[in-house]
């Protein structure tokens, strides 16, 4: 059992390129979500969904992207990257959004340069 | 915004110690809370829930008080793995709103 598995794990990208954080989870969990995480601010939530197909936003969804096509794959697209998008991203998922265990990955850490 | 408010520390205790952490949440209609905990450079684990008769697991309680909407944990007989951060989350059980994350205490336990 993988759990959560976040691909890659270390990316560095110049101002203005766009990529795909990779996220996946084979528990079966209807509810994902993407946090980033930078000194003294703790988790953000950027986006997150309830199930395939729902997507909603979180606290920072500028510049980012997610679609929910299926119940394990949950991308998270950024359009054009910018220095301050250089963070530490989480995917997590859990089996619902109430009072369940939430798992994460083991992160991405990118930088923009 | 529903908040989740937390000192940050670091907190430096020496082995054998107790230590506390005390979190505030602001939005009453709160109803599941948990203590994560983060390790350097790591993804958060979930290291306990918090019920409202409160929790206790080894030599961490976790305590809940509605009326003041705080919770907190104590760590009994700091070892020096129990260094981490952290994190107080609050939930507020509607079906469809994310977890709420304070932004973390520092625990050093030293030698």
């Known amino acids: 059992n993988a759990g959560v598995t976040q691909t890659p794990k270390f990316q560095v990208l110049k101002t203005g390129q766009s990529m795909t954080l990779q996220c996946a989870q084979d528990m079966n969990h209807e509810y994902m979500s993407w946090y980033r995480q930078d000194p003294g601010m703790g988790l953000r939530l950027i986006h997150y969904s309830v199930g395939a197909g729902i997507t909603d936003q979180g606290e920072v969804p500028n510049g980012y992207n997610v679609s929910r096509s299926t119940t394990e794959d949950f991308p998270l697209r950024l359009l054009s990257a910018a220095p301050s998008q250089t963070s530490v991203y989480f995917c997590?998922?859990?089996?619902?959004?109430?009072?369940?265990?939430?798992?994460f990955g083991q992160g991405t850490r990118l930088t923009v340069v | 915004r529903k908040e989740v408010e937390q000192d940050p520390g670091p907190f430096n205790v020496p082995e054998g110690a107790t230590v506390a952490f005390n979190c505030t949440y602001s939005n009453s209609a709160s109803q599941s809370f948990f203590w994560y905990r983060q390790d350097c450079r790591k993804e958060p684990k979930l290291l306990m829930s918090v019920y409202s008769s409160g929790n206790e697991d080894g030599r961490f309680t976790a305590q809940l008080n509605r009326a003041s909407q705080y919770i907190s944990l104590l760590i009994r007989d700091s070892k020096l793995s129990d260094s981490a951060t952290y994190l107080c989350?609050?939930?507020?059980?509607?079906?469809?709103?994310?977890?709420?994350f304070g932004k973390g205490t520092r625990l050093s336990v030293i030698a």
């Open positions: 989350v609050v939930n507020d059980n509607s079906g469809n709103t994310p977890l709420v």
């Open positions: 997590a998922s859990s089996y619902s959004a109430d009072n369940t265990e939430a798992f």
